[in-house]
């Protein structure tokens, strides 16, 4: 947590999380991203800022992504909100009971989720989606605080494979090894004793989604198999 001490509170933790400015390449883009806008969005305000996770704090399901999107939570200031991404992941944890409604547009839209909490390795949105290994390293404090507060935790879904590898750094610093485990769509690590499972998923980015890479219903087999680890 840098130069800070542990924040005790959920509420300490984001406003640490948003004053956050260690990585100067980071701080630029995004600040820049803010200012000049995308023309779709010239009425808003962007964020402009590091965005905390967000979900239900007592989720048994960690959902962990790459990073804030440059028009999407960079201007919104909540993860997955605002871009094709969001779309897709919000539209299936609707359809798998986790979420009151299907799309996520703004912070205050009422928008519920249960039983999910949302976070990323990476806290700022990045040129080019592609985070530095020494800015990822910069954020891992912050995953580690979420993976120790979420005191009902029972999975992990990785979305990506950068996501991934996030998670398993942060499993491996616990102690826990994850020999023998790569990443692919529908990859599965079992829980043990002291670590929760872990199911990995292709990142719902149009990148994927439109070339077909991720389809719907590959997305939604991932939720479904969530469900069954979860009864």
């Known amino acids: 947590m840098g130069d800070n001490a542990c924040p005790e509170s959920w509420e300490a933790f984001e406003n640490l999380i948003i004053q956050c400015r260690r990585c100067e390449r980071l701080v630029a883009w995004r600040e820049q991203v803010a200012l000049e806008k995308r023309r779709a969005y010239r009425d808003w305000e962007y964020w402009g800022r590091p965005v905390p996770g967000f979900g239900d704090r007592k989720a048994r399901v960690w959902v962990v992504g790459l990073a804030p999107g440059a028009h999407g939570a960079n201007r919104t200031g909540r993860m997955f909100t605002g871009d094709g991404s969001g779309d897709f992941l919000y539209a299936a944890l609707y359809r798998a009971g986790f979420a009151n409604q299907p799309e996520s547009v703004r912070r205050g839209d009422g928008l519920i989720l249960t039983d999910i909490y949302i976070s990323a390795v990476c806290r700022c949105a990045?040129?080019?989606?592609?985070?530095?290994?020494?800015?990822?390293?910069?954020?891992?404090?912050?995953?580690?605080?979420?993976?120790?507060?979420?005191?009902?935790?029972?999975?992990?879904?990785?979305?990506?494979?950068?996501?991934?590898?996030?998670?398993?750094?942060?499993?491996?610093?616990?102690?826990?090894p994850?020999?023998?485990?790569?990443?692919?769509?529908?990859?599965?690590?079992?829980?043990?004793?002291?670590?929760?499972?872990?199911?990995?998923?292709?990142?719902?980015?149009?990148?994927?989604t439109q070339t077909g890479r991720l389809t719907q219903e590959m997305f939604d087999d991932i939720w479904h198999r969530v469900r069954e680890l979860l009864r």
């Not at 592609?130 to 120790?148: D, F, G, I, S, V």
């Not at 020999?179 to 990148?207: E, I, T």
């Open 126 to 176: 990045p040129p080019q989606n592609r985070p530095t290994e020494e800015e990822l390293l910069n954020c891992q404090p912050y995953l580690a605080w979420e993976y120790h507060h979420l005191d009902n935790l029972q999975g992990i879904v990785a979305l990506g494979q950068i996501a991934l590898n996030g998670v398993l750094r942060l499993l491996r610093t616990s102690g826990y």
């Open 178 to 208: 994850d020999s023998h485990f790569s990443f692919g769509h529908g990859a599965f690590l079992p829980a043990d004793s002291n670590r929760p499972w872990v199911l990995a998923s292709y990142h719902p980015s149009r990148q994927n």
